[in-house]
């Protein structure tokens, strides 16, 4: 069965570095999503992405984040300058269709000292 | 604003001992409601989708069912690999895509 895969799966990073979180959506799919999960709390939309622009981003997806698909497989998300609490889980998630399920790859855990 | 509130936060059941989780929300037109499974450590695996009240899904020892306030989770006779954080989320409105979940409910089954 096709899967959403990410790497790395651990990344730890100095505060104020930039990182890159790397996604490969399910192929046939033309909706992506980045999600975040505080260790504990509750998992977090930041944003949607399709047709190569963002449809949707939520309030903790400031200017610090940014997401790009720069080819026919891959998605990023890029924090340009990490901050202490920007440390969780990203998860990336697919569908193929608005309103349907999502498809999430199991998470790049960040953390940021 | 989407809200979605889960209960219990924690259940703990011995093997074969059936019960129900909850989930309650609050939405502006929604467009579907989801349930997840998520593993430690891992990404949430999709169980189940509803979308209008009435409607009710049903996979092995899991039945899922929708009114237009809430939606259960029933669990029968449960066996302890079902253990695990079960999340529910909603799309609504014209936010197409975007999910917003609840908390979690964690269940663990002793054998």
């Known amino acids: 069965e096709p899967e959403v895969t990410q790497t790395p799966s651990h990344q730890v990073t100095q505060m104020g570095q930039e990182v890159i979180l790397r996604c490969v959506p399910i192929?046939?799919?033309?909706?992506f999503y980045w999600y975040r999960q505080i260790l504990g709390q509750k998992v977090e939309f930041l944003v949607s992405?399709?047709?190569?622009?963002?449809?949707?981003k939520s309030e903790i997806f400031d200017d610090q984040f940014s997401v790009e698909r720069p080819d026919g497989s891959n998605f990023t998300l890029k924090i340009r300058s990490t901050k202490l609490e920007d440390s969780a889980m990203y998860f990336c998630?697919?569908?193929?269709?608005?309103?349907?399920?999502?498809?999430f790859g199991n998470g790049t855990r960040l953390t940021v000292t | 604003e989407d809200q979605v509130t889960q209960s219990p936060e924690a259940l703990r059941l011995q093997e074969g001992e059936s019960s129900s989780l909850n989930c309650s929300y609050t939405?502006?037109?929604?467009?579907?409601l989801f349930w997840y499974r998520q593993d430690p450590g891992k990404g949430p695996e999709f169980l189940f989708t509803?979308?209008?009240a009435g409607e009710e899904k049903e996979k092995e020892r899991l039945k899922a069912t929708l009114t237009k306030k809430e939606s259960f989770l029933h669990i029968t006779a449960p066996k302890p690999e079902d253990s695990a954080t079960y999340l529910c989320?909603?799309?609504?409105?014209?936010?197409?895509?975007?999910?917003?979940f609840g908390d979690g409910t964690t269940l663990t089954v002793k054998p």
């Open positions: 998630a697919s569908n193929g269709q608005p309103n349907s399920p999502l498809h």
């Open positions: 192929s046939n799919h033309l909706y």
């Open positions: 992405f399709y047709n190569n622009e963002i449809s949707e």
């Open positions: 939405v502006s037109g929604l467009r579907g």
């Open positions: 509803l979308y209008s």
């Open positions: 989320a909603v799309q609504a409105g014209t936010n197409a895509g975007k999910s917003t």
